[in-house]
């Protein structure tokens, strides 16, 4: 068991290629801490280095209190699982399972043992004897999965390791590694690209862009208090509406308005508003926070013209437009609204989120560091 | 009213289906023609090899149709017994073996190498490695020659297992480097942080998994040393005949027996038993190692 943490940590390819800037992040014993962000993001990269596949530039990277920057892979404790699994193809799944265990010279009946218990968490008993190409790719996936259980490491590394799998078998897949974390009470170190894998997994996620870390937090930090609008629109789905608006004061009165709509600016964010008056500052409100209904006087509401509605159920998707501005809103499907349909939606003003258009820094979010 | 409606579609599919035989049909006879065409001296010189010298020069091959009570093993006998044949057999299987081996075993080395490991000038050198494929190697002779004189190779088998090593190399690494290249990454990332060494990961993961490639080459290869006169002769048969292969006795015979060329024919058939065996033992690695590394995934 070990905690993993990156000092200040670069990684720059050659050329002037930075992979990963100045990244800070503790990773704590026994976590399960979710790498996201979009392609080319830097998540990989930072993940490899842990693995020791990708050299650190520089900075240090410390697994437990031992300093791992030139440690081959081997020597740093970790088991890695990759996207496209990585099955030794000529090996039995038993061989697969055993040959890193052999090449430490584990002795043989322990090695039995190991195997014997990976085959029985991840129910792969049946198909020890078989080669991966007579394999699912769910099932090649746990072999994976038992290849990284059999070496006991101090810190999973897993990259992207449901997303060659069918949707199903994904969530199924998802459930089986939060129980074997719960089982190992192990470091995980998770990379997705995929959001809702993210905040459904992690105990918490670090968010990722153009090689900076964003924010880290447990899920519902990021969900609620989101430090910027990148990852804002990242986290959540379907992503939350950005609207541009034009900060104004008046009379004491401070305003957003844009061509289409007004919103009063809740007395929590007053200030921080008024400083940028005349500026543009980038509202930001969730699709699933957006209300039918009538609007109670001082409330900020949204007119929009119904374009698609997606049925998903007991709940309906709604694309709306008012002049410039598409709009998301997830609404109870028993309202029953239809392409055409004008809506008026109650903008539930203390969840807005607000943004400095320069910046894209939150206000809200500084807002609540300052106090 | 429904077994004539279910009639109907299945008259018209078969009909179909003849008539696309029909189309097809003219292609299938051209190509059939083509191969017998080609097949025919070759089935000519088979069948000659097991007629009388009498026979062969009064008549044609194909009239062992009427007269197969002709069919004779004498031919196969005398080439065995006074040609000189068996001992240039079992020459050229020791020869060839040795010379399809040793380079294929240090190509997957530096194959190996070229797409896994990280050295400097490691581009710079493949590049050289490769380049050697343009040169003739005619060129090399007299050089070699002189070499193996000084350290009296001339005439002996490592001579030949040297050369064949040093002519076939530059093929054998482009290829199998192509090969290797394309294994995925992550098996040897997987590998490397199991704990595998460079020489661990060679032998238990890249050697196994390129078998398809190991394999064609090892057919090319063979071919090449079973079916080469050229370097034998330069290297061993003109110095030390005892060590000569079977082509340097056939190309003896020839100018020995140029009128006896039914006796030519035996021998031939002879030479060409081992790699047709070859041939078809690997013939499915065959069709795949062509295209093994040049096409990704």
Known sequence: ?371 | MTSVAAARPAARSYAGAFRRRLGTLPKHVVVIGLMVLWLVPTIGLFVNSFRPAAAVQSSGWWTFLIHPSQLTLSNYRYVLAQGGLLPAFVNSLFITIPATIIPLFVAAFAAYAFAWMKFPAKNVLFVAVVGLLVVPLQTTFIPILQLYGTFGLNGQFLALWLAHTGYGLPFAVYLLRNFMGSLPSEVFESAEIDGASPVTAFFRLALPMSVPAIAALAIFQFLFVWNDLLVALIYVGATNPDNAPLTVILANLVSSLGSGWWYLAAAAFIAMSVPLAVFFALQRYFVRGIVSGSVKG
């Open chain 1, 1 to 371: 068991m070990a905690t993993v943490t990156f000092d200040h940590v670069w990684k720059r390819y050659s050329g002037d290629v930075v992979a990963v800037q100045d990244l800070n992040l503790d990773i704590r014993d026994e976590e399960f801490l979710v790498l996201v962000g979009p392609s080319g993001c830097g998540k990989t990269t930072s993940l490899r280095m842990i693995a020791g596949l990708e050299e650190v530039t520089d900075g240090t990277l410390k697994i437990g209190e031992r300093v791992v920057n030139d440690l081959a892979p081997k020597d740093r404790d970790v088991a890695m699982v990759f996207q496209s699994y990585a099955l030794y193809p000529h090996m039995s799944v038993r061989d697969n399972l055993s040959f890193g265990l052999k090449l430490r010279k584990v002795p043989k009946p322990e090695i039995e043992r190991r195997v014997q218990e990976a085959a029985k968490i991840l129910d792969l008993g049946a198909l020890l004897d078989r080669k991966p190409k007579q394999l699912s790719g769910g099932q090649r996936q746990r072999v994976a999965l038992g290849r990284a259980i059999v070496r006991e490491p101090a810190v999973f590394l897993m990259d992207e390791p449901l997303s060659n799998l069918d949707a199903k078998l994904r969530a199924q897949t998802r459930a089986q590694i939060l129980r074997l974390h719960q089982r190992l009470a192990t470091t995980f170190v998770y990379v997705t690209h995929d959001q809702i894998e993210a905040m459904t997994m992690g105990s918490r996620i670090a968010v990722m862009s153009a090689g900076l870390l964003q924010q880290v937090g447990p899920p519902q930090e990021l969900y609620d208090h989101p430090i910027n609008k990148f990852v804002a629109g990242f986290i959540g789905s379907p992503a939350m509406n950005f609207i541009e608006m034009t900060a104004s004061r008046s009379d004491g009165k401070v305003q957003l308005t844009s061509q289409d709509f007004t919103f009063p600016v809740p007395d929590r964010l007053r200030e921080s508003v008024a400083a940028l008056s005349g500026n543009t500052v980038t509202v930001g409100i969730r699709p699933e926070h957006l209300e039918l209904g009538e609007a109670k006087p001082g409330d900020a509401t949204l007119r929009a013209t119904t374009d698609v509605v997606e049925y998903l159920g007991d709940e309906e998707q709604i694309h709306l437009r008012a002049g410039e501005t598409e709009i998301i809103a997830l609404v109870n499907s028993s309202a029953r609204v239809r392409p055409g349909d004008v809506l008026e939606l109650r903008v539930p003003i203390d969840r807005v989120h607000m943004f400095d258009d320069q910046s894209g820094l939150s206000l809200t979010s500084r807002e609540l560091a300052a106090a």
